[in-house]
Every structure is written in C-alpha cells, then in structure tokens.
C-alpha cells in the first residue's frame, strides 16, 4: 500500500522501479531479515541515486538535497495516509489537519 501511496504522490517516485521479490543475494538486507525474523510485514528499501532520474519529473535531472528533502515529505504523507487507511476508526483527525496534508500533497512540498 505504501509504494502505491507514494507513486501517487512523489515525483520522484517509480513504482515501475520497485522490486517486491526476495532474491538470494539480498536475503541479508535489513528488509528480508527484519521480515523473516522478526516478522514486519512491511519493510521496505528506499534507494536514492546520484546518476539523476530517468523519468517523471526530474527526467534528465541530477537529485539534491531539495529534491531528497521533499521526497522525505511525501514519504511521512505517505506513513499519515496509510496509518489513516489502516485504522481510520481510531485514527480520527481534526479536519484542519486534513486539509493541511491534502494541501501538502497537491503543492510540490517546496523546501526553503
């Protein structure tokens, strides 16, 4: 649920890029084995690059700090929306706040 929140979201995120399989060489990454031993069903990998993207809205671009800052924004939007979506009965929120993330999400989260 959180890839497809933030592929929703982020400009810089590809969900065409993301990779859900457990693969031999990565069964000692932090995400299979907090998966495996400890039993978090949603442990994830965020990678970043410093080739700059190859689509979206940063196509051609190399990525900075403003660009990692607002991905960093949308990432906690994301963890709001899905908390909200898991348990939207006891995660009831004034509707100020609401509009707040709603505006978040529709503005580019400029950084200063």
């Given amino acids: 649920?959180?890839?497809k929140i933030l592929?929703?979201?982020?400009p810089a995120f590809c969900m065409g890029s993301c990779s859900f399989v457990v693969e031999k060489s990565k069964e000692s990454t932090a995400r299979v084995v907090v998966w495996r031993e400890?039993?978090?069903q949603r442990s994830y990998t965020m990678e970043s690059t410093l080739c700059g993207c190859d689509q979206g809205k940063y196509k051609g671009l190399?990525?900075?700090t403003r660009e990692l800052e607002e991905m960093g924004a949308k990432f906690c939007i994301g963890l709001l929306r899905l908390k909200?979506?898991?348990s939207p009965l006891e995660y009831n929120l004034p509707s100020s706040?609401?509009?707040i993330e709603n505006e978040l999400i529709e503005s580019s989260c400029k950084v200063t």
């Fill in 1 to 3: 649920a959180l890839p």
């Fill in 97 to 99: 706040l609401l509009d």
């Fill in 7 to 10: 592929s929703q979201t982020a």
């Fill in 62 to 64: 190399q990525i900075g």
């Fill in 38 to 40: 400890i039993g978090v």
């Fill in 84 to 86: 909200r979506m898991s």
